[in-house]
């Protein structure tokens, strides 16, 4: 397969220099920007790290286990398909969610594959193509008395600081919301496992989340719901510095071939996403 794949990029290589597509394919190559070192005869066969950030609280795509302390989740799993076909080394990198533009522009990490939401950031990374869905939800306790959007009138409202939920709140469409809030705005939280603590302790009154990540707060706990109502509705990607579409475009294609395998198919079900993946259906 290895040999597919090094004929693959070759071919990419020289179409991404000849041609402008849309989304990680829309600018010619500035090599500046690009980190990667090709053999021209064999793009492949230069050993290449990929760094790869990630926030390791984020379960299932990107998280710490606590019992082994080892890295684990469905994207992490994925990059490393990725670069097993490519014959590359891959770098985790955690970093602070919220500084997550500078660890990129500053060439710290190589890209942000970890549940990380196109929408409204479409014109800042260049991107691979949407491969999960997500949806962002509200959740809260049982006995809150909250049911639907409208009962978080007055109610103290929390999302993690630099992620998709707090995009969604921000976005115009969700202005009337958000000012119905207490005060007139929500809190921000580091991470998601510190904001389920607060709601947790009746700090806060709901706690704003991707929906695939929830049951990793929850777990066996009782007394919780999500509203059926949703804050939006997303797609996952992995973003790359603009600027940086050869990479990107190498990514987006390998990642759409080790999606048709067998050995991917097994990680969807393992983590439970088989309703969220795009890739390989």
Excluded: H
Aim: hydrophobic share 40%; proline share 1%; aromatic share 10%.
């Amino acid at each position: 397969m290895k040999r597919l794949f090094s004929g693959i990029i070759a071919m990419l290589l020289l179409v991404i220099c000849m041609f402008t597509f849309t989304g990680c394919k829309e600018k010619e190559v500035d090599n500046n920007l690009v980190k990667v070192n090709y053999n021209v005869s064999n793009p492949v066969a230069s050993t290449k790290v990929l760094k790869l950030g990630f926030d390791d609280t984020f379960y299932p795509y990107g998280y710490k286990d606590a019992e082994t302390l080892l890295y684990k989740g469905f994207d992490l799993e994925f990059a490393k398909m990725v670069c097993d076909e490519l014959g590359w080394k891959l770098e985790l990198v955690p970093i602070n969610w919220d500084l997550k533009d500078a660890e990129i522009n500053s060439g710290n990490i190589d890209c942000i594959w970890n549940g990380f939401t196109i929408n409204t950031r479409e014109n800042d990374y260049e991107w691979t193509d949407a491969y999960c869905d997500n949806t962002i939800v509200v959740l809260v306790k049982e006995s809150s008395g909250i049911n639907s959007l409208a009962d978080l009138s007055g109610k103290i409202v929390m999302a993690q600081a630099g992620s998709s939920a707090e995009d969604a709140l921000n976005d115009k469409d969700n202005t009337a919301l958000v000012s119905s809030f207490k005060n007139g705005n929500f809190l921000t939280v580091a991470n998601y496992v510190l904001g389920y603590q607060e709601l947790k302790q009746g700090s806060v009154d709901a706690l704003v989340v991707d929906s695939t990540v929830v049951e990793s707060f929850v777990g066996n706990d009782t007394g919780y719901k999500v509203l059926t109502e949703v804050i939006s509705t997303e797609q996952y990607g992995v973003g790359f510095k603009k600027g940086n579409t050869m990479l990107c475009s190498i990514i987006n294609t390998v990642m759409k071939e080790v999606a048709k395998t067998n050995e991917f198919k097994d990680l969807v079900k393992k983590y439970g996403l088989e309703d969220t993946v795009i890739f390989g259906k």
